[in-house]
């Protein structure tokens, strides 16, 4: 019987298809990630891994795996997974890409909305009891409706947020890769560079995924050219900021404020210099964590295992 090794307590229901088939070895906390001992451990005698975004499956730890022939990541990135040397050895990689595409949209639109009108402050000041008076400027924050978005990294994601943003009147300005032909015919996208983007976004929101292009892209240089009454938000993955400069460019007054679901190092610290700051939204990296996009996701993982183990092509395989 061929067997399944799963880094985090998923629910029964998510898994009961492959129950019937297969060995299941799953790691036993819903909230603790299983540690990198666990499964140098386990993939030895694994023939399918379906793994977190946090587990890092590289050549190290892939080296041992003689057996494996696929991994189920959790996730539409795959930054986690060394690529090249999975495909040297013959080990299929399957992601989780569309059905989380929405939901992730939603994530990245609501800290857009959340960072400039200031909800995250607002909503401790009323539960800290701070709330004396109206006043008119308390908590006073910045407009959405017309202002422009600056989307970097135009992928599925990245045009779903800029529906979003359509419907909110703002102007959608947006860098990648290639051009996006359909999104500027039908959102009115207009294409520019990196410091165009910088420089005209009044929020500049990071959807691309982790490369070793985009690794590091907002640094110094990069905040400095943003507007000093500009967003950044970023939904894609920490290391594409340099927190540190990102905290010089928050408390230098370069930009207006930060929200942000992914992190450098993850989890964040409590102690982290960010989130000292009033002016910065962090979430815990809960882009796609709608109930239904999360069982979508685990259902997508679970049929690319069966599919790669009964012989057939996966449905959603990392090109
Ligand atoms: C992903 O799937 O890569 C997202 O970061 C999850 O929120």
Not at 3 to 18: D, H, Q
Not at 46 to 62: F, G, I, N, Q
Not at 204 to 212: G, K, W
Request: charge should be negative; include cysteine.
């Amino acid at each position: 019987m061929y067997k399944i090794v799963i880094t985090r307590k998923l629910p029964e229901k998510a898994l009961a298809s492959l129950k019937k088939k297969y060995c299941i070895d799953m790691w036993e906390s819903e909230e603790r990630a299983a540690p990198r001992e666990w499964l140098q451990e386990k993939i030895k005698g694994a023939d399918a891994v379906l793994s977190m975004l946090s587990d890092r499956l590289d050549e190290e730890l892939l080296e041992g795996a003689n057996r494996l022939q696929v991994i189920a990541n959790l996730a539409v990135g795959y930054d986690n997974i060394d690529i090249p040397f999975a495909n040297k050895s013959g080990i299929r990689v399957c992601n989780t890409p569309d059905v989380l595409t929405e939901t992730t949209a939603d994530l990245t639109f609501a800290l857009l909305m959340a960072s400039a009108r200031r909800i995250g402050e607002a909503a401790q000041f009323v539960k800290e009891g701070n709330w004396k008076s109206w006043s008119p400027l308390l908590l006073a924050g910045g407009d959405i409706f017309g202002k422009t978005i600056g989307i970097f990294g135009m992928g599925s994601i990245g045009e779903a947020v800029a529906r979003r943003a359509k419907g909110f009147n703002m102007k959608i300005l947006y860098h990648n890769r290639s051009r996006r032909t359909q999104a500027e015919q039908e959102l009115n996208a207009v294409y520019t560079d990196f410091d165009g983007l910088l420089a005209d976004s009044d929020f500049v929101v990071c959807l691309a995924p982790l490369t070793e292009e985009t690794e590091g892209a907002f640094g110094a240089e990069a905040f400095q050219k943003m507007k000093a009454t500009s967003y950044f938000i970023n939904a894609a993955r920490g290391p594409i900021v340099d927190e540190r400069t990102l905290y010089n460019a928050l408390i230098n007054g370069e930009i207006a404020g930060a929200g942000l679901d992914v992190f450098e190092n993850e989890p964040i610290g409590a102690e982290h210099p960010l989130l000292s700051l009033k002016n910065v939204l962090a979430l815990p990296h809960i882009g796609s964590s709608s109930i239904q996009t999360r069982y979508s996701m685990m259902d997508l993982c679970t049929e690319n295992i069966d599919a790669v183990l009964s012989g057939r092509e996966p449905v959603t395989e990392v090109k």
